[in-house]
């Protein structure tokens, strides 16, 4: 059974840090492209950036919004997805899922999803 | 890169079917057959319903079916249930190798 459980969220000030996780399990994790989707309070979805799988480059990809700010990244050996968040802003508040992304000849879709944790930026 | 344009709301009865549109550009929605479709019930994650325009995954009622023309895409959910109100949204890859959504439609079965 694939799982994905992030974990780090919580309240930060604004111009703070937070670094959120993401452990899988159920799948082979090293062969997965993987994206973060952040839900603000009351609001839709939002697609915050990928990493792709080593054998595609391991290269990452971002929104606009956080470019700069965030950093995506991955450690094979235990499993898990990063998002390092910086300079956060007040509009970063939301819940963040991380996300598996079927991609290339399969189409471009997220087939599993984590429960999300909640950033909270506020003064 | 602007989120697709979905209605805000939806609503039909038990038995009916609905459509919810999805309006992109060539640059996402009309240049590729990668538009997905996700539900999402209050307090929940999101699910898969249907990818590539029209694939739905294994599990997935066969009352669900999506479509696309030109820079829009629709799901249709036939059959209404009480099980499927919620909140939808589309997502379609785009030419700067992103991801974007739609806004969401919350669907109401009356």
């Known amino acids: 059974e694939v799982q994905l459980v992030e974990s780090g969220g919580g309240l930060v000030k604004p111009g703070g840090s937070l670094r959120l996780s993401c452990a899988a399990s159920?799948?082979?994790?090293?062969?997965?492209?993987m994206s973060w989707v952040r839900q603000a309070p009351g609001k839709g979805l939002e697609w915050v950036g990928r990493?792709?799988?080593?054998?595609?480059?391991?290269?990452?990809d971002y929104a606009a919004p956080v470019k700069g700010r965030f950093t995506i990244s991955r450690d094979d050996s235990k499993n898990t997805l990063y998002l390092q968040m910086n300079s956060l802003k007040t509009e970063d508040t939301a819940v963040y899922y991380c996300?598996?992304?079927?991609?290339?000849?399969?189409?471009?879709?997220?087939?599993?999803w984590g429960q999300g944790t909640l950033v909270t930026v506020s003064s | 890169q602007s989120a697709l344009t979905q209605p805000a709301s939806v609503s039909g009865s038990p038995g009916q079917s609905i459509t919810i549109s999805c309006t992109g550009t060539?640059?996402?929605?009309?240049?590729?057959?990668?538009v997905s479709w996700y539900q999402q019930h209050p307090g929940k994650a999101p699910k898969l319903m249907i990818y590539?325009?029209?694939n739905r995954p294994s599990g997935v009622s066969n009352r669900f079916s999506g479509s696309k023309s030109g820079n829009t895409a629709s799901l249709t959910i036939s059959g209404l249930q009480a099980e499927d109100e919620a909140d939808y949204y589309c997502?379609?890859?785009?030419?700067?190798?992103?991801?974007?959504f739609g806004g969401g439609t919350k669907l109401t079965v009356l």
């Open positions: 996300t598996t992304e079927v991609t290339g000849g399969s189409g471009y879709y997220f087939d599993y």
């Open positions: 159920g799948f082979t994790f090293s062969n997965a492209w």
């Open positions: 990493i792709k799988s080593k054998t595609d480059g391991g290269t990452t």
């Open positions: 060539s640059s996402d929605v009309g240049g590729y057959n990668y």
């Open positions: 590539d325009v029209s």
């Open positions: 997502s379609s890859y785009t030419s700067s190798s992103t991801q974007v």
